[in-house]
T-cell receptor
Framework: DAGVIQSPRHEVTEMGQEVTLRCKPISGHDYLFWYRQTMMRGLELLIYFNNNVPIDDSGMPEDRFSAKMPNASFSTLKIQPSEPRDSAVYFC?????????????FGPGTRLTVT | AQSVTQPDIHITVSEGASLELRCNYSYGATPYLFWYVQSPGQGLQLLLKYFSGDTLVQGIKGFEAEFKRSQSSFNLRKPSVHWSDAAEYFCAVGAVNQGGKLIFGQGTELSVKP
């Protein structure tokens, strides 16, 4: 298996622009997670899905952030409009769920820079 | 609520020395326990995990961890550190009632002196 795939790996955009991050989970995994990592706040869970349904979005910072999972093999995290404080590394992770005791597999991340 | 504490933000050890990274968790029952490693510019990679049974678990890259229920700890150890072990290490806790989530500690950054 190719593992969790994220694109793009790097994104540089100007404040106010829309940003879309993409994730392809490992085939057969029922859970998908979006995290954000910064020096100041560490690793934060933004939202997660089970069987394509959002379960907990309490970590989404504000309405500018939205996430979708239209099918089992694809998810997006969108920021509109983007702000400099959104600069961070965004990770996607997938998991088979409780059958694997919640073990998660992480993608390589997308480094977002908003100028 | 479940929580994970990694008391050491940054540790420096000499190459060849032994290593112990601390992790304490708060949970009412036996949780699922994990250690992940993040090398610079990379995603998190699973080092090892504990679900049940033998409280000493072996992982990749020569790491091991010991679950101590009485101390609510799951400390990571390595007998001899290599320069390539310099990275950030995360302890994480999962549980049946967490709906698939893991709770991560804040991480410990390991530096290795030559």
């Amino acid at each position: 298996d190719a593992g969790v795939i994220q694109s793009p790996r790097h994104e540089v955009t100007e404040m106010g622009q829309e940003v879309t991050l993409r994730c392809k989970p490992i085939s057969g995994h029922d859970y998908l997670f979006w995290y954000r990592q910064t020096m100041m706040r560490g690793l934060e869970l933004l939202i997660y899905f089970n069987n394509n349904v959002p379960i907990d979005d309490s970590g989404m910072p504000e309405d500018r952030f939205s996430a979708k999972m239209p099918n089992a093999s694809f998810s997006t995290l969108k920021i509109q409009p983007s702000e400099p404080r959104d600069s961070a590394v965004y990770f996607c992770a997938s998991s088979p769920g409780t059958v694997s005791r919640n073990e998660q597999y992480f993608g390589p991340g997308t480094r977002l820079t908003v100028t | 609520a479940q929580s994970v504490t990694q008391p050491d933000i940054h540790i420096t050890v000499s190459e060849g020395a032994s290593l112990e990274l601390r992790c304490n968790y708060s949970y009412g029952a036996t949780p699922y326990l994990f250690w992940y490693v993040q090398s610079p510019g990379q995603g998190l990679q699973l080092l090892l995990k504990y679900f049940s049974g033998d409280t000493l678990v072996q992982g990749i890259k020569g790491f091991e961890a010991e679950f101590k229920r009485s101390q609510s700890s799951f400390n990571l150890r390595k007998p001899s550190v290599h320069w390539s072990d310099a990275a950030e290490y995360f302890c994480a806790v999962g549980a049946v009632n967490q709906g698939g989530k893991l709770i991560f500690g804040q991480g410990t950054e390991l530096s290795v002196k030559p």
